[in-house]
């Protein structure tokens, strides 16, 4: 089987007001949907729950309903595969110590925080930061995510979609 997993993070709503329109068809074919954090407000997984389940954890700008709601990091299994969830990873240059350390036994870690698109595979981990929905700052694009995760092989696959 053939998982597509939509991945969203830094959402910031508010001060945004909603999230871009293109999302619903990017994500229309997803089972699931992981948001890395920094929504800002709970109403953000009730939206993206009209396309999809959501699994989300909180970021370091949240209401308390989110902080009260969501953990700081999880870890979920689609299909055979650990995907380690937190929305800070720390400095770049530590990104696979890190994500070793906090999910030893992950095969993919998902992060969010820098708003910088970033698809690399290190040891046997996928490193995947969907870049941020509605912040670009000085990336030339705001971004999403796409996982692709076969059963059969245990191939997964990072893909980074521009939101223009």
């Not at 380690?84 to 350390?101: F, M, N, P």
Request: include cysteine.
């Amino acid at each position: 089987m053939i998982h597509r997993i939509g991945v969203i993070s830094d959402t910031h709503m508010p001060p945004h007001k909603r999230l871009p329109e293109s999302l619903w068809q990017i994500f229309d074919d997803v089972e699931l949907i992981i948001h890395a954090g920094d929504l800002s407000t709970l109403a953000v997984v009730a939206e993206l729950e009209t396309i999809a389940p959501v699994v989300a954890v909180q970021g370091n700008v949240e209401r308390d309903d989110v902080v009260t709601k969501l953990p700081i990091k999880r870890e979920i299994k689609v299909g055979g595969v650990r995907i380690g969830i937190v929305h800070i990873l720390g400095e770049s240059k530590y990104y696979a110590r890190t994500a070793r350390r906090e999910f030893p036994d992950a095969r993919v870690v998902v992060f969010g925080h820098s708003h910088v698109p970033y698809n690399e595979e290190y040891e046997g981990v996928l490193l995947f930061n969907p870049g941020s929905t509605n912040e670009r700052r000085r990336q030339p694009t705001c971004s999403v995510g796409m996982l692709i995760i076969d059963d059969e092989t245990m191939h997964v696959q990072g893909e980074i979609i521009s939101l223009e």
